[in-house]
């Protein structure tokens, strides 16, 4: 069974600069297609970027094109999400896993494999 376990968040200023990881133990995470989401208190879980296993083609939301970047280090059995020009609004508790991945989004599944989650607080 694949385990997911996110690290790096952390509480950060405003515009500044985080990277969160999602490492990947008992299996290899080349074969897998990995999301990131998030979920604020009293909202509702958004689909935030991911990235395919096959091409590396990504997908980001809205609320973070041009401020994320996702990535990722197969020989590290790693995804990475670089977070930059940080928002209170990215304040919530950051999930990676397996998914779904188009260009217009990213999915979850009922089989999917899931981190237990990492908190990013953007606060001055």
């Known amino acids: 069974q694949l385990q997911l376990v996110e690290s790096g968040g952390g509480l950060v200023q405003p515009g500044g600069s985080l990277r969160l990881s999602c490492t990947a133990s008992r299996r290899t995470l080349d074969y897998y297609t990995i999301g990131w989401f998030r979920q604020a208190p009293g909202k509702e879980r958004e689909g935030v970027s991911c990235?395919?296993?096959?091409?590396?083609?990504?997908y980001y939301a809205d609320s973070v094109k041009g401020r994320f970047t996702i990535s990722r280090d197969n020989s590290k059995n790693t995804v990475y999400l670089q977070m930059n020009s940080l928002k209170p609004e990215d304040t919530a508790v950051y999930y990676c896993a397996t998914s779904f991945c188009t260009t217009s989004g990213v999915y979850s599944r009922m089989e999917d494999y899931w981190g237990q989650g990492t908190q990013v607080t953007v606060s001055s």
């Open positions: 990235i395919s296993s096959s091409d590396g083609s990504t």
